[in-house]
Nanobody, 128 residues
Framework: QVQLAESGGGLAQAGGSLWLSCVVS????????MAWFRQAPGREREFIAA????????YYVDSVKGRFAISRDNAKNTVYLQMNSLKPEDTAVYYC?????????????????????WGQGTQVTVSS
């Protein structure tokens, strides 16, 4: 059973940066695509970024494209999310999740239902 542990959230000012990490166990990490999601208060959880198993292919939703960067270190079973130029609307609990299908690349927005293994999340709060 896959286990994920997110960390690195906190409080930032608008325009600032934060770096999130997610350590994965219980799955062949190097064969798995990974994604970041977020859930703001009163809203549904939304997909924001994905990275292919090899790290050579990424996909972002428009709201974070150019500001956020997803990356991974297969030697450390860890996926990262670098968040720059933060906005108050980025305030949410951030989660990572694993693709249930191995070795996929993301040339279009993947289906959220294809990801699983939710951790406890990490809170990101951006003040204006």
């Amino acid at each position: 059973q896959v286990q994920l542990a997110e960390s690195g959230g906190g409080l930032a000012q608008a325009g600032g940066s934060l770096w999130l990490s997610c350590v994965v166990s219980g799955r062949s990490f190097s064969d798995s695509g990974m994604a970041w999601f977020r859930q703001a208060p009163g809203r549904e959880r939304e997909f924001i970024a994905a990275i292919a198993w090899s790290g050579g292919n990424t996909y972002y939703v428009d709201s974070v494209k150019g500001r956020f960067a997803i990356s991974r270190d297969n030697a450390k079973n860890t996926v990262y999310l670098q968040m720059n130029s933060l906005k108050p609307e980025d305030t949410a609990v951030y989660y990572c999740a694993a693709d249930q299908y191995y070795r996929r690349r993301y040339y279009s927005r993947p289906q959220s239902v294809d990801f699983y293994g939710w951790g406890q999340g990490t809170q990101v709060t951006v003040s204006s």
